[in-house]
């Protein structure tokens, strides 16, 4: 074998050795933590599972201390702006919800009445961007809210989005109290991908937002759902936020399985 051949086959080994190694990188996610503490539901320890609420708005809704979602109503404004039943709408989110289920410990059902639920979704009553997501968390016997963190929570436009913070401090971990996921009713919706390339995917938004709202914060890199910038190259989690939920929740648990309603 020539000097020549050995060398490139060399060079091969360690390109694709390289790309293994960043297709497995284990900082491809970050946690949310707000006021320097990482925020999950159920019980405050790394890597344990969580069973999880949602709802959907059913009549206009305001909470003062939100820093995003605010106000919000019933997706049916937003349903019947883009021509879809509202159903439709709705299924796209529970289909989002059964991706995470199905790549980590969390599972979730939806609360008969909305102001039980963990994670309430909306329309956005006063519209900016194109999603987002608030997250406030327990404190001992208070509630804290997100609206001390500096970071929009969300899906957006480069003009709108405000990347990503670090990963410092210690590693405490808080509860999660109330979570709340609000779409522009004013911009373009669509199921699926392809077709008008100014509208997103209801799914894929979703499910960007419900990873908020369960304690992912933005990776400030493109090819992982938690990236800050929509993409069609893709249709659900990546290794990256794959590795993120279940550093909060653990693997997927069968144990948790509830159907939802």
Not at 43 to 68: C, E, M
Not at 103 to 111: D, K, L, P
Not at 122 to 144: C, E, I, K, L, T
Request: hydrophobic content about 40%; charged content about 25%.
């Amino acid at each position: 074998m020539t000097y020549a051949i050995r060398f490139w086959l060399i060079l091969l080994a360690v390109l694709a050795g390289a790309s293994g190694a960043c297709a497995a990188d284990p900082q491809a996610y970050r946690l949310l933590r707000l006021d320097g503490q990482i925020v999950k539901w159920g019980d405050p320890a790394l890597g344990s599972p969580a069973h999880i609420t949602y709802a959907f708005v059913s009549q206009p809704a305001h909470d003062a201390k939100a820093r995003n979602c605010r106000d919000m109503d019933r997706l049916d404004i937003l349903a019947d702006r883009i021509g879809l039943p509202v159903e439709d709408v709705k299924q796209q989110a529970l289909a989002a919800f059964r991706l995470w289920e199905r790549v980590g410990g969390v599972s979730f059902t939806e609360a008969a009445d909305p102001r039980q639920a963990d994670i309430l979704i909306g329309a956005q009553s006063r519209p900016r961007g194109y999603a987002f997501a608030n997250v406030r968390y327990h404190v001992a016997d208070m509630v804290s809210d997100s609206t001390k963190s500096t970071d929009d929570r969300g899906l957006n436009d480069a003009g709108t989005a405000r990347g990503a913070r670090g990963e410092a401090g210690g590693r405490s971990v808080v509860p999660i109290a109330k979570s709340a996921i609000c779409l522009n009713p004013m911009r373009g919706w669509k199921i699926g991908h392809g077709g008008v390339e100014e509208a997103y995917d209801l799914k894929y938004t979703f499910a960007h937002e419900i990873g908020h709202a369960i304690g992912l914060d933005h990776y400030n890199r493109p090819g992982q759902l938690m990236f800050f910038k929509y993409s069609e190259a893709f249709a659900g989690p990546q290794d990256g936020d794959i590795l993120g939920v279940r550093a909060l929740y653990g693997p997927p648990s069968t144990r948790l399985r509830v159907s939802a309603r």
